[in-house]
Each structure stands twice: as structure tokens, then as C-alpha cells.
């Protein structure tokens, strides 16, 4: 999966004495030197090793939950949790950061079963959850995925026979639209059954999970083959699959798909986790995973049609990784609306086409492709930051409308219902 674990680069720099046990050390300038100097483990009980600490110049070093964690002194004052540090009823921090002296160091040092105790030049108390370090540090983090997620193919996905929630139960239910959650989040992809079709009631249905992104396609869009916009997806021609708005500096979040009428053949919508096949250029090729995660490229949208007078440009890569734990949280794949690149120089360009074949390849494989008909009554939603979508050409009339919706809003609205998010 996402979180792709780094090598441990640490190493216990002195096996522990056996008369090790449980106190308190309280350290004057002097003692903190001979410390500095000739550093070794503290332990919280004689009879096991569940937690060690040891403090160096910089930094305290502790080992707990057969995780080795550093602390930088200033961090571990920042974070302070205290009444007079922390507001816990708005859960922000009360304490100035640019008030604290860069080069504080801690005066005591005391670590129990459960709790690490810091006292401060100044007096101050600073206590901590061992639990909460190992979730907070930096070490424990990387081998943390942000969002778990299950990577599919077409044969996958429909092996898993995830269920569509009934339009009502999403509505009115907290357990029908937890439900729809936790797929979409999942998968990227969720289904709605039995939705009115309309655009007003499609409305509706996407405000039950987030604000609607109004963009330069407005709030609620609707559209036929017409033309009337300076885009692709306003004819009956077939799409390649593709990210939206690639072309915003932050793409939109996810989209919303309703049919509300079809009076011909074809137009079956195409879906590709995006992720899945990042992860098989992972597996197979990760230097060139790397390339398409740090070439910066810019994405262009010029319209010129009737009123319609717009030009964007995003500029991002096309595989954007958490940098501490490598954990892919957007794609950004538009062969329509990519720009000229002109961002990095000729030896990296024909590296970075050869990675993006890699990529594209994996994106067509048939085995990965998944084809549904929207038909009227069924609402899709899509996770724009992860899976692809196209379209097959189509004859005769075709309505469709949908909207964008805030990112933020719909993973505050997942989390909320106590989901990971």
C-alpha cells in the first residue's frame, strides 16, 4: 500500500547496564555536559525495557513501543499540553512559538509507565503521553498511513461487491451516509440509488456531505453534446480517462455524476484507480515513481467560446507523495489540458516521458479498467484527486449534471462521523 516504510536509520548507541531502574534525574549544567559528553539509557523499571530514554545535546531520544523517537528540545516545549500552553476547549496552542528560547534545554528529565515529565529552566512542567509521542513523532508517523485506502482493478473492485446506498438512507440516516463514506473513501469511487432525477434533488444530495465548489463551470453544471462550452466533455466524442481541473492550482476535490437522460447508444463511463496503477509503477519501476512525483508541470485551460472567456494554469506534478511516509495523495493526469513543459531541463524531460509511458501503460491495461452505465436515479461521486474517468462515444441525446465539491468539507464530514480521513 501507500505507506512505503523507511529503513530504520537508528541504532541504540549502548546496550543498557543491569542495574538500570526506575528514578528521577534531576540534571544541573554541569551534569548535562558529562551527559552530553558520555550519554546513556534511563529506564523506567528494572525488569523491562518497554520504555528508555537518553538525552543529547539537542535532542531527547526515547524508545518506547519498539519505536525509536528524537525529540528536538524546542518541539518538545512547543507542544506542551499544559492548561497555560494549550486552550483543550478550542484545541489550539496558547503558547507564543517565537517566545520560546531556541536553545532550551530541559532542567529534569523523569519518564514513568505511562508519562514523560520535562521540567524547564524557567520552572514549567511539560508532560506528555507516551502513546501520544509515539503517534506524534516523526517516527511514528512514517510508518502511519494518512488514508487508508483499498487499491483495486476492474476484477478487484467488483469481487468486493461494494454495496450503493439507497438515495433515502443517505439523506436522512447517519448510518447510510457513514456508510457511502467509508466506500468513497476507500475505493474513491460511491454510488447513490434512487435519486430523484433532477438537478435540484442532485443538489441536495451532494450538500448532505460537503459545500459545493462553485468554479468557472458554476455551481451546478448541466450539459449535452452542444458545445457550449470550449471543452471536450460538451460533444458526443469518447474521453480518455483523466483527471478534472488539473488546470486549478488545487484540482478539485471530488466529483459529482448524475444522468438524467439518455435517448441513444454508447456512453458508458470509464473508471481507473489511479492509485493502483501508481502503485504497480512503484513496484516495478520507483525511480521513475520518483520522477513523475517531483517534475513540476503546468496544466493550462484557454476558453474563448460565446461569454465564456477564461484562462487557468496549475502547475503541480503528476504524482504528489506525502514527503516523510511516501503515501500518494493526488494524481494529476490530463493529456487534454497539460501545457507546454518547459519547467525542467531536456535531459529530465525524456526521463520524465519515459515515466510517464510507464505510468500510461499501466492506466490502460484492460484488466483495469472499469466500465459502469449511468443511467437516471444513479448519482456517482468520484475521488478527482485518485481516480481517472472517461467516457465511450455516444449517439443521440445525452443529459448529465453534477457538480464539484470541496475536498475539505467532505473529509470533515467523514472524520466527524468518527471515519480516518
Known amino acids: 500500500m501507500w505507506c512505503r516504510r523507511l529503513a530504520c536509520l537508528f541504532k541504540v548507541p549502548c546496550q543498557l547496564s543491569g542495574s538500570a531502574r526506575h528514578h528521577l534525574l534531576w540534571l544541573s549544567r554541569d551534569r548535562r555536559a558529562v551527559l552530553g559528553a558520555a550519554a546513556r539509557w534511563h529506564h523506567t523499571a528494572p525488569e523491562s525495557l518497554k520504555c528508555a530514554w537518553q538525552l543529547h545535546g539537542d535532542h531527547l531520544e526515547l524508545r518506547y513501543a519498539n519505536t525509536l523517537m528524537r525529540f528536538d528540545f524546542v518541539w518538545l516545549r512547543d507542544h506542551c499540553r499544559s492548561a497555560s500552553c494549550y486552550n483543550a476547549k478550542t484545541n489550539q496552542r496558547s503558547l507564543d512559538t517565537a517566545s520560546v528560547d531556541l536553545g532550551i534545554k530541559p532542567k529534569a528529565v523523569r519518564v514513568d509507565e505511562t508519562t514523560l515529565f520535562l521540567t524547564w529552566p524557567d520552572g514549567h512542567v511539560t508532560r506528555y503521553g507516551l502513546e501520544w509521542l509515539v503517534k506524534n513523532s516523526y517516527e511514528g508517523q512514517k510508518q502511519q498511513v494518512m488514508h487508508p485506502r483499498i487499491l483495486w482493478n476492474a476484477e478487484i473492485y467488483r469481487q468486493a461487491q461494494v454495496p450503493s446506498i439507497d438515495c433515502r438512507s443517505f439523506l436522512e440516516t447517519d448510518e447510510g451516509l457513514k456508510e457511502f463514506l467509508q466506500n468513497f473513501l476507500l475505493y474513491g469511487i460511491a454510488f447513490v440509488e434512487n435519486v430523484t432525477p433532477t438537478k435540484e434533488d442532485t443538489e441536495i444530495l451532494a450538500e448532505r456531505i460537503s459545500l459545493i465548489r462553485e468554479t468557472i463551470y458554476g455551481r451546478m453544471w448541466y450539459f449535452t453534446s452542444d458545445f457550449s462550452r470550449g471543452d471536450t466533455a460538451y460533444t458526443k466524442l469518447a474521453l480518455d480517462r483523466h483527471t478534472d481541473t488539473t488546470y486549478f492550482q488545487e484540482p478539485c476535490g471530488i466529483?459529482?455524476?448524475?444522468?438524467?437522460?439518455?435517448?441513444?447508444?454508447?456512453?458508458?463511463?470509464?473508471?481507473?484507480?489511479?492509485?493502483?496503477?501508481?502503485?504497480?509503477?512503484?513496484?516495478?519501476?520507483?525511480?521513475?515513481?520518483?520522477?513523475?512525483?517531483?517534475?513540476?508541470?503546468?496544466?493550462?485551460?484557454?476558453?474563448?467560446?460565446?461569454?465564456?472567456?477564461?484562462?487557468?494554469?496549475?502547475?503541480?506534478?503528476?504524482?504528489?507523495?506525502?514527503?516523510?511516509?511516501?503515501?500518494?495523495?493526488?494524481?494529476?493526469?490530463?493529456?487534454?489540458?497539460?501545457?507546454?513543459?518547459?519547467?525542467?531541463?531536456?535531459?529530465?524531460?525524456?526521463?520524465?516521458?519515459?515515466?510517464?509511458?510507464?505510468?500510461?501503460?499501466?492506466?490502460?491495461?484492460?484488466?483495469?479498467?472499469?466500465?459502469?452505465?449511468?443511467?437516471?436515479?444513479?448519482?456517482?461521486f468520484v475521488d478527482n484527486w485518485r481516480v481517472l474517468h472517461g467516457r465511450e462515444a455516444f449517439t443521440g441525446y445525452r443529459q448529465l449534471c453534477g457538480c464539484y465539491l470541496t475536498r475539505d468539507d467532505v473529509l470533515n464530514t467523514a472524520r466527524v462521523l468518527g471515519l480516518q480521513a
Not at 448524475?258 to 441513444?264: Q, R
Not at 504497480?280 to 520518483?290: H, I, K, N, R, S
Not at 516521458?353 to 484488466?367: F, I, K, S, V
Open 255 to 380: 466529483q459529482v455524476f448524475h444522468c438524467l437522460k439518455h435517448e441513444g447508444t454508447g456512453g458508458r463511463t470509464l473508471l481507473v484507480d489511479g492509485f493502483y496503477a501508481a502503485e504497480q509503477v512503484l513496484q516495478q519501476a520507483p525511480d521513475q515513481f520518483e520522477l513523475l512525483s517531483k517534475v513540476p508541470l503546468k496544466h493550462e485551460y484557454v476558453e474563448n467560446v460565446g461569454d465564456c472567456h477564461n484562462h487557468m494554469i496549475g502547475v503541480g506534478p503528476v504524482l504528489n507523495v506525502y514527503p516523510w511516509n511516501n503515501e500518494l495523495y493526488l494524481i494529476r493526469y490530463n493529456n487534454y489540458d497539460r501545457a507546454v513543459i518547459n519547467t525542467v531541463p531536456y535531459d529530465i524531460v525524456h526521463r520524465w516521458y519515459a515515466a510517464h509511458r510507464t505510468l500510461t501503460t499501466e492506466l490502460r491495461r484492460p484488466e483495469n479498467e472499469l466500465w459502469v452505465k449511468l443511467k437516471p436515479g444513479k448519482a456517482l
